[in-house]
């Protein structure tokens, strides 16, 4: 039997990553958790950051969900 590729579109792609980031994430580990690139993570951190749904924590490089995003 053949395995079934699945694609996400957009909006699961960003739905994911803010659920990954509930708890405070290094970007390593967030595209280990997608296995999307790490140009593809840039754009979409990129568009929740302007959107207030994700907040950069620059001290610890870390990433994490805000009120909003949930």
């Known amino acids: 039997m ?3 590729s699945y694609k996400r ?3 699961q792609l960003l739905a994911e990553i803010l659920d ?3 708890k ?3 970007e390593t580990r967030v595209i280990n958790e997608t296995k999307i690139s ?5 754009s ?3 568009q929740l950051i302007n959107q207030n749904m994700i907040e950069l924590h ?4 870390t990433y994490s969900t805000t ?3 949930l």
């Open 2 to 4: 053949q395995a079934q």
């Open 9 to 11: 579109n957009h909006l």
């Open 20 to 22: 990954i980031c509930r």
């Open 24 to 26: 405070p994430q290094v």
């Open 38 to 42: 790490s140009r593809l993570l840039h």
């Open 44 to 46: 979409c951190l990129e």
């Open 58 to 61: 620059y001290r610890k490089r």
């Open 67 to 69: 009120t909003k995003g």
